[in-house]
């Protein structure tokens, strides 16, 4: 089963500044998340519906997009994701509070 994902402006401006050998991890887990895998996900605590996914040193914050978005953008895919930061791990609690 196939998921949507897509990037809010702030993650694409993230992963800008990042070196090939993380940016290919992250790429390769954001490609999971999209076949259905999840890998190192947990929730947020006390920030639902966030939940955050482990990459190495670096941490993906996501949620899931309601029907009602998915509808708006178009999609026939039953689920989907929207991946909001990829923020380094010391950076982790700053990106918490700006969701």
């Known amino acids: 089963m196939s998921h ?6 702030r993650a694409e401006r993230d992963l800008r500044g990042l070196g090939t050998t993380d940016l290919a991890r992250i790429r390769s887990a954001v490609v999971g998340l999209a ?8 929730a947020l605590a006390g920030n639902p519906p966030w939940l955050r996914m482990r990459v190495g040193d670096y941490r993906i914050l996501f949620r899931p997009l309601t029907a009602a978005e998915l509808a708006d953008l178009g999609r026939k895919e039953p689920t989907g994701w929207l991946i909001a930061r990829v923020v380094h791990r010391s950076e982790l609690e700053r990106a918490i509070r700006g969701l």
Do not use: E
């Open 35 to 42: 076949r259905g895998a999840q890998g190192d996900v947990k």
């Open 4 to 9: 949507y994902v897509t990037l809010a402006p």
